[in-house]
């Protein structure tokens, strides 16, 4: 701190009777800006499905359980490859040992070969035929994923929509003041958010954002919510 006093002494002559008197520089105050944020949702109706089919096949020989999972998985694919509305994804081969507990101890009881194929498909009503096949090929699990093709071009109509709101509600504010809303200095864009379930958290996150739709969302439709901030220069 002597050092900092001794820099400003020459510069603004401070001099007192008994006690040092110390003088900040005041800072420069700052641009006539104004920041708000804007946000906006969409409901995207999924228009594919992947079915994810784990086929498993289990034996006391590895090779058994091998050949097992590799019939059924051909057949399996055989049948599906021939329906052109479907696109058939397989995958690789995975092995593990399954052990058995007998008074109180653990051996190894079986391996299990599985694998697991991919099925996307656009007509929904056909998902069901694709899970009763795999059923009869050794289907272990199965889960559907739906999901939207179009959810580049969304996310763009999502993010002019949150800017179109935050750009309403700075003119809105500046009226409101009786000041005019200049040029953009910053903007910064929030994360987008998107789920491929609909829960009561989506249905309240709707009410929390700019431009929601009156309408309830589509049963089973893809939530895609984006939000940005914009700092605007008063004038």
């Known amino acids: 701190m ?8 020459p510069t ?15 800072s420069t105050p700052a641009e006539h800006t104004i920041t708000v944020g804007g946000s906006a949702s ?16 289990r034996d006391a020989s590895m090779a058994a359980a ?11 694919a055989f049948e599906l490859q021939k329906r052109a509305a ?34 996307r498909v656009r ?3 056909q998902i069901p035929d694709v899970i009763a096949r795999a059923s009869a090929r050794g289907l272990d699990r199965v889960n559907v994923v739906y999901y939207s093709t179009r959810i580049v071009a969304k996310k763009a109509e999502v993010r002019a929509r949150a ?33 491929a379930s609909v829960g009561v958290g989506n249905y309240l996150d709707r009410g929390a954002v700019d431009k929601t739709p009156d309408a309830p969302a589509p ?17």
């Open 163 to 195: 800017l179109e709101a935050a750009h309403e509600k700075a003119r809105a504010m500046t009226s409101a003041l009786g000041v005019s809303l200049g040029d953009v200095v910053t903007v910064v864009e929030g994360d987008g958010r998107t789920s």
């Open 86 to 119: 479907l696109v058939v994804e397989p995958g690789a081969m995975s092995y593990t040992p399954e052990y058995d507990v007998d008074s109180g101890r653990s051996h190894l009881a079986r391996y299990v070969a599985s694998v697991q194929i991919n099925v």
């Open 219 to 235: 049963p089973g439709s893809i939530p895609l919510a984006m939000s940005v901030n914009i700092v605007y220069r008063l004038k």
């Open 66 to 76: 091998h050949t097992a999972l590799t019939t059924s998985n051909d057949a399996l």
């Open 2 to 9: 002597s050092r900092w006093i001794s820099l400003l002494l």
């Open 12 to 26: 603004f002559a401070v001099i007192a009777g008994c006690a040092p008197t110390y003088l900040v520089p005041q």
């Open 42 to 57: 969409l409901d995207i109706v999924p228009d594919e499905a992947c079915v994810e089919l784990t086929l498993a096949a």
């Open 123 to 125: 007509d929904f009503t």
